[in-house]
């Protein structure tokens, strides 16, 4: 079957570096998104990975490397914003979505 | 201000009865979707439309339907609703279908079936 395994909870301290890892078992591959859900609102896209590498975007940053089925989002200069689950989703060889069941990221002051 | 609204954003409704969630976009995008989100689990896609006048299944189709007349509208209803379709539902559209786009989400629709 199809699988994308990331972390249930984290936590990290304000202005520091967390990394949340995504790993993800497919039938194909052709892309995987990052998206942001503070509680009680709607995803956010940050970042979308189709090519081994890393992709920097301000603070947020996402790496792929597709023969080892891993990703990870890393948030520098960590927020109290920050807060929210980081949800991983993988597009198949069918081009359907694959969501993970999300990490929330708690930031302490 | 240009995005995704939908309707009713909170709702109880008695099992048995029947609801329709609506969804309306206006940044003419082709492809809609229609997701539920529960605790633990990831985002579960239930219907699917690439283009005004097509509909597709998702993954967890069963009670549930659909309707593309047009691009700009695509209401979720339910026939029967029965307790374990208590869930957040999020309406979500694409430019393009396909799923190789970035996704823009509607806030949400939170439903309790007693």
């Known amino acids: 079957g199809q699988n994308i395994d990331q972390p249930t909870e984290m936590t990290a301290t304000e202005g520091a570096i967390v990394q949340i890892n995504c790993t993800y078992q497919?039938?194909?591959?052709?892309?995987l998104f990052w998206y942001q859900q503070h509680a009680g609102e709607a995803p956010t896209f940050l970042s979308y990975?189709?090519l081994d590498g890393l992709e920097e975007k301000g603070r947020f940053s996402s790496f792929l490397s597709r023969s080892k089925g891993y990703s990870y989002l890393l948030l520098k200069e960590l927020q109290m914003k920050d807060s929210a689950s980081y949800l991983c989703?993988?597009?198949?060889?069918?081009?359907?979505?694959?969501w993970g069941a999300g990490t929330k990221l708690i930031i302490k002051p | 201000i240009a995005g995704i609204t939908q309707a009713p954003t909170s709702q109880i409704l008695a099992a048995g009865r029947r609801m329709t969630l609506r969804c309306t976009q206006d940044m003419r995008h082709n492809a809609m979707y229609w997701y539920r989100q529960d605790l633990g689990l990831g985002l579960r896609l239930i219907h699917y439309?690439?283009?005004?006048?097509?509909?597709g299944k998702g993954e967890v189709p069963d009670g549930y339907s659909v309707s593309r007349a047009n691009t700009d509208d695509f209401p979720l209803t339910l026939a029967s609703a029965v307790p374990s379709q208590t869930s957040v539902y999020f309406c979500?559209?694409?430019?393009?279908?396909?799923?190789?786009?970035?996704?823009?989400f509607g806030e949400g629709s939170r439903l309790t079936v007693l």
């Open positions: 979500a559209s694409s430019p393009t279908g396909g799923d190789t786009g970035e996704l823009f």
């Open positions: 439309s690439n283009t005004a006048g097509t509909t």
């Open positions: 990975n189709v």
């Open positions: 497919t039938s194909g591959f052709n892309g």
């Open positions: 989703a993988v597009t198949d060889s069918n081009y359907q979505l694959i």
